[in-house]
Antibody, heavy 123, light 107 residues
Framework: EVKLVESGGRFVRPGGSLRLSCAAS????????MDWVRQAPGQGLEWVGR??????????DYGASVKGRFTISRDDSRDSVFLDMDSLQIADTALYFC??????????????WGQGTLVTVSS | DIQLTQSPSFLSASLGDRVTITCRAS??????LIWYQQRPREAPKALIY???ILQSGVPSRFSGSGYDREFTLTISGLQPEDFATYYC?????????FGQGTRLEIQ
């Protein structure tokens, strides 16, 4: 069974930093791209970013609102993906999900999701 | 960035009804469109990818269609567990973007 468990969310002041972790199990983690998606309270889904696998150079892409402040990394030896968040803003308050990217032909979609970890940025 | 606009934003329907949700893209995305369902206090779940391909395990009452800029998700014969929020997402280009969501409620 595919399982993704996020952790690290907490209350933080504006301008602060935080690292979120996502532990994966039940599949060959190193074979998959991994995404982070967030959802502000009562709002819709916003893509945070993606990290590809070793054969794709562990390359990353980010959404415009987090580019330059957030960094995604992974440790395949620990089946984990990380989201380092700097210069946090009140608008970054959200439930952060990690999700597995499933690739079928030219199609990419998020086929497994964790339950999320809550980040609250407030003064 | 590619913008996705869903309509309606809110939909009220009854058990057994057939409903359709539309997602319009700001530019051509071919068939790189995914639909997700999110029930309250749950993570999203992929229903359809490639605009019309049913994800494994998803009931056949869900169907998707469309190409280029306009896409639809249809649910035929609403069941209690279908009352949720639905999102479209494009995977044509980075950054990945989502529609704003359509909330489907029981009438």
């Amino acid at each position: 069974e595919v399982k993704l468990v996020e952790s690290g969310g907490r209350f933080v002041r504006p301008g602060g930093s935080l690292r979120l972790s996502c532990a994966a199990s039940g599949f060959t983690f190193s074979d998959h791209y991994m995404d982070w998606v967030r959802q502000a309270p009562g709002q819709g889904l916003e893509w945070v970013g993606r990290i590809r696998r070793r054969s794709n150079g562990f390359s990353t892409d980010y959404g415009a609102s987090v580019k330059g402040r957030f960094t995604i990394s992974r440790d395949d030896s620990r089946d984990s993906v990380f989201l380092d968040m700097d210069s946090l803003q009140i608008a970054d308050t959200a439930l952060y999900f990690c999700a597995r990217v499933f690739v079928r032909g030219n199609h990419f979609f998020l086929d497994s999701w964790g339950q999320g970890t809550l980040v609250t940025v407030s003064s | 960035d590619i913008q996705l606009t869903q309509s309606p934003s809110f939909l009220s329907a009854s058990l057994g009804d057939r409903v359709t949700i539309t997602c319009r893209a700001s530019q051509d995305i071919s068939k790189f469109l995914i639909w997700y369902q999110q029930r309250p206090r749950e993570a999203p779940k992929a229903l359809i990818y490639g605009a019309s391909i049913l994800q494994s395990g998803v009931p056949s009452r869900f169907s998707g269609s469309g190409y280029d800029r306009e896409f639809t998700l249809t649910i035929s014969g609403l069941q209690p567990e279908d009352f949720a929020t639905y999102y479209c997402q494009q995977s044509k280009a980075n950054p990945v973007t989502f529609g704003q969501g359509t909330r489907l409620e029981i009438q």
